[in-house]
Nanobody, 125 residues
Framework: VQVVESGGGLVQTGGSLRLSCSAS????????IGWFRQAPGKEREGVSC????????YYANSVKGRFTISRDNAKNTVYLQMNSLEPEDTAAYYC???????????????????WGKGTLVTVSS
């Protein structure tokens, strides 16, 4: 399975973008899909994840209330709707297919098998 991200770009503070993650060479049906980001000089961090087993969704605290992950099975695509964007959201965003699950502490964990090459999101102040 190959995953491909799209939808990145330049947006002003407070603006919105929607990222898409699609697959080729297979289906995303059996995978959890996670979104990750990496800003220059920083480690990669998990942003959100959609658990295909039960439709559970998970978010990093930094994006809760602003980002929404969703899935369109008919289009074999997972979306990340990003609203109220801030300069701190500037990063390369990656989607990945694998597994994710939440814990009782409100965090989530993941193990990803397939990664896309990323799409750049730049939020200007």
């Amino acid at each position: 399975v190959q995953v491909v991200e799209s939808g990145g770009g330049l947006v002003q503070t407070g603006g919105s973008l929607r990222l898409s993650c699609s697959a080729s060479g297979g289906t995303l049906d059996y995978y959890a899909i996670g979104w990750f980001r990496q800003a220059p000089g920083k480690e990669r961090e998990g942003v959100s994840c959609y658990n295909s087993d039960d439709g559970s969704t998970y978010y990093a605290n930094s994006v809760k209330g602003r980002f929404t992950i969703s899935r369109d099975n008919a289009k074999n695509t997972v979306y990340l709707q990003m609203n109220s964007l801030e300069p701190e959201d500037t990063a390369a965003y990656y989607c990945a297919a694998g597994q994710c699950y939440g814990d009782f502490g409100g965090s989530y964990h993941y193990a990803m098998d397939y990664w896309g090459k990323g799409t750049l999101v730049t939020v200007s102040s």
